[in-house]
């Protein structure tokens, strides 16, 4: 029997695949397009001919395809699903909550021990100490394959037996991202328009970074142990600097929509008596009994 069977082998599959393979396990793997395989040929790897032959072949199944819907496809095939049964089933296709539940449960009902895990790396950062799993499910499978997960990322973050816990905490880490890079491209648009070089600002934020996060981190800590009510920068002062972003975008030309976004939230803020407030506050008007 060999180590692990992988399910995927486009650019993160491969990557797992070839992470886990130079760490000398024995590895099976299946691709819907076998061609895609070849990158692997001089590392020992077998192929299967199908996916429940791949399943069949290992106690550690992971499983990398585009999408739940492309995953469910392949998993379900009546061949596929038997094969997994007693086995572990580690799922690395980026989920939602929602299909990280729907998958668990579906593993459950089948005797299948379910990990769900979500790569915070890119291809390139696997097998690196770049590279970070989230995983949450059965502990037994965690357990089981831990070893391997290891190979792809020495930082495995296991977040407890609820299956959406680490797509819940993806979900919160991107969205983290994409409003800093989106502030930034609104920053990037403001600069361009009065011809100030991007390296400026660029020098300049990196400058500004670890202040900025310290006073996140601090926001962070009031919402959760409270405290909201001392600011150094209050959500009123957060508010009047959206709003010279704004007049600035409309006066050159640029499109204002990111800065009025962000003058929207901060005026529902000071409407519901938070203008005093740290701009942490702000969490108040995203709850369900906003
Ligand atoms: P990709 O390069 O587009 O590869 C997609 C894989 O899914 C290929 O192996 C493809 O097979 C397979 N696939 C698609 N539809 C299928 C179907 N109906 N039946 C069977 N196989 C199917 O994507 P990727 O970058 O490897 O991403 C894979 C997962 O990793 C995604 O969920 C992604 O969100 C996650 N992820 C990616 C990154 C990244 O930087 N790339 C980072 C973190 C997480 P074929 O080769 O036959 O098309």
């Known amino acids: 029997m060999a180590d692990i069977s992988f399910i995927g082998l486009g650019n993160m599959g491969l990557a797992l695949a070839k992470a886990a393979a130079t760490a000398g396990m024995d590895i099976v793997v299946w691709n819907r397009t076998p061609d895609k395989a070849r990158p692997l040929q001089d590392l020992g790897v077998i192929f299967a001919a199908d996916p429940a032959e791949a399943i069949l072949a290992s106690p550690v199944i992971v499983v990398c395809v585009y999408n739940y819907d492309a995953a469910h496809e392949v998993l379900t095939q009546e061949d596929c699903a038997s ?32 990990l769900d895990g979500e790569i915070i790396a890119y291809p390139s950062d696997i097998g690196s100490d770049a590279a970070r799993i989230l995983v949450a499910g059965d502990e037994k499978a965690l357990e089981t394959s831990a070893p391997t997960l290891r190979a792809f990322a020495p930082e495995i973050e296991y977040l407890g037996t609820d299956p959406t816990a680490a797509s819940v905490l993806n979900l919160a880490i991107l969205s983290a991202t994409l409003g800093r890079t989106i502030g930034t491209l609104n920053a990037a648009a403001i600069c361009e328009a009065a011809n100030i070089p991007l390296e400026t600002f660029y020098k300049n934020i990196a400058r500004d970074a670890e202040q900025d996060s310290d006073a996140l981190v601090e926001s962070l800590r009031k919402i959760a142990n409270g405290g909201l009510e001392t600011a150094e ?12 972003m704004t007049e600035f975008t409309r006066d050159t030309g640029y499109s204002p929509e990111i800065s009025e976004f ?29």
């Open 83 to 114: 094969a997994l049964e007693g086995r572990v089933l580690v799922h690395l296709t980026t989920a939602t909550p929602r299909t990280a539940r729907a998958m668990y449960d579906w593993a459950r009902r089948r005797g299948i021990s379910y």
């Open 262 to 290: 962000m003058c929207g939230l901060l005026d529902k803020a000071i409407k519901n008596g938070f203008g005093n407030y740290d701009v942490g506050a702000l969490v108040n008007i995203l709850r369900p009994d906003r």
């Open 233 to 244: 920068a209050s959500v009123e002062v957060w508010a009047g600097i959206s709003d010279s």
